[in-house]
């Protein structure tokens, strides 16, 4: 059974950093997509960082030049280094893998709060 289990998050103050780690139980050399999502609350589950199989990355507009997302094949994680956190960052972080369009894979996901 595939696992992914997210953590690093946590309380910080604004303008502070934090970087998140996703720890999976397979080899994610072999994944299309490693992806970080975020849930806020009342809000859509919204796409925050991508890095594909090819070395290419996506970031959504409102994190550009603040998160970076990298992997480490050896160690299976993936990681998203958060900084110049804002209290909208504020958010459930979850992390997910895509092996393929039909299959792919959630973590339970780690809180990050942001105060004002």
């Known amino acids: 059974q595939v696992r992914l289990v997210e953590s690093g998050g946590g309380l910080v103050q604004s303008g502070g950093s934090l970087k998140l780690s996703c720890a999976a139980s397979?080899?994610?050399?072999?994944?299309?997509?490693m992806n970080w999502y975020r849930q806020a609350p009342d809000k859509q589950r919204e796409l925050v960082a991508s890095?594909?199989?090819?070395?290419?990355?996506y970031y959504a507009d409102s994190v550009k030049g603040r998160f970076t997302i990298s992997r480490d094949t050896g160690k299976n994680t993936i990681y998203l280094q958060m900084n110049s956190l804002k209290h909208g960052d504020t958010a459930l972080y979850l992390c997910n893998l895509k092996k393929s369009v039909v299959q792919e894979f959630w973590g339970q996901g780690t809180q990050v709060t942001v105060s004002a």
């Open positions: 890095l594909r199989n090819d070395g290419t990355t």
């Open positions: 397979m080899n994610i050399f072999r994944m299309n997509a």
